[in-house]
């Protein structure tokens, strides 16, 4: 498998789900489709996306490139647990079987490769919990899907408003319980260049899953583009309706401004066009663990190039260092602006 895979979430473009923006307004299908093209064309074999990325659009555009290649020479990932249509729950084992069906129908294959639980609700208490995993190992019984995969730790998206963060349950101890519930094969980690180190005394999540004989992809490794230095502090990004990114602090011009002073060692050492920085955020995932692959997203064709091209210039140990000093001065910089949803700190206080 590449070490760089295709992260599918921006080309289903814009989108609601739980009351919330959940998809990206900058992303346009001619430009999508070229884009898959040619991460194809130049190696890439992993492509990862989800039901509720564009509520099927970023499958059924995947789908149009699937169809015009051998099955085999591609690894396919998506994922279920945050759409449940009419459903009563996402993780009910009904509706999970209509989204398996109807993901193979949008991707235009038989089988996933790698079959996602996309979040970490499974109903008051748990009560989806053990028939959702039971219909996953259902799924490999029946061949339709290869592998079973789940999130490391995360917070369910609407967590952040509807639970005070006094009463929010620990999510390092909460992915632990379902780990060893659910024994995944695949981990998605949110993982970067900005992410802290674990909380004192917590296992790091390579070291967990080598430990358990999972692999992990690790996701959002350009901090969605913001490690590229691409955003232009005095011209903020104009996002629109249905673009997650509009709950984001950091995409706003405090942000950005401490985002571009933060980075401006990283250009001194490394070069400062969006190329050389997108090489720095990427190697420095890609040099994280040997049980590891990078989903990188896009929106355009060039960002595909840029990206693969990243693998030819690995870090050394001196690099990486500095890297890692230099993006948590930043990440602590960041954190004194306040909450990263800007929603988060509106809520009422109870």
């Avoid at 996602?116 to 019984?141: K, S, T």
């Avoid at 998206?157 to 995944?184: C, G, I, S």
């Avoid at 910089?333 to 800007?342: A, M, Q, W």
């Amino acid at each position: 498998m590449h070490p760089i895979g295709i992260g599918c979430w921006a080309i289903g473009g814009p989108a609601t789900n739980l009351g919330l923006p959940m998809g990206w307004s900058t992303a346009d299908d001619a430009a999508s489709m070229r884009g898959l093209e040619t991460a194809y064309s130049l190696g890439a074999n992993l492509f990862d996306t989800a039901d509720v990325y564009g509520h099927g659009h970023s499958e059924r555009l995947l789908g149009r490139l699937v169809a015009t290649v051998p099955r085999d020479s591609i690894v396919l990932s998506s994922k279920v647990g945050y759409y449940r249509g009419t459903a009563v729950h996402a993780y009910q084992s009904a509706h999970m079987r209509r989204q398996l069906h109807t993901t193979l129908e949008n991707l235009r294959t038989d089988h996933l490769d790698i079959y996602f639980l996309h979040n970490a609700n499974f109903g008051p208490h748990d009560r989806y919990l053990e028939p959702a995993i039971q219909q996953m190992r259902a799924f490999q019984q029946q061949g339709l899907i290869r592998a079973v995969g789940m999130r490391g730790p995360h917070r369910y998206a609407t967590d952040r408003l509807t639970v005070p963060k006094q009463q929010r349950e620990n999510k390092h101890a909460r992915f632990r319980y379902l780990f060893h519930k659910v024994r995944p094969e695949f981990l998605a980690v949110r993982y970067n260049a900005l992410t802290p180190p674990p909380p004192v005394g917590q296992q790091d999540i390579f070291a967990f899953a080598a430990e358990h004989g999972a692999s992990v992809l690790i996701n959002k490794p350009l901090a969605q583009g913001l490690l590229t230095g691409k955003y232009d502090p005095d011209n903020p990004p104009a996002f629109t309706e249905g673009d997650h990114r509009l709950r984001k602090r950091w995409f706003t011009r405090d942000a950005l401004t401490a985002i571009h002073q933060g980075l401006a060692p990283l250009r001194e050492r490394f070069g400062s066009s969006t190329g050389d920085l997108a090489r720095v955020a990427l190697q420095y995932c890609l040099q994280r663990a040997d049980n590891a692959a990078v989903l990188v997203g896009f929106t355009t064709p060039e960002q595909i190039t840029q990206n693969l091209a990243a693998i030819d210039r690995p870090l050394t140990t001196e690099d990486l260092a500095f890297v890692r000093a230099t993006t948590q001065r930043l990440h602590q910089r960041l954190d004194s602006l306040g909450e990263v949803f800007i929603d988060e700190e509106q809520r009422p206080r109870s």
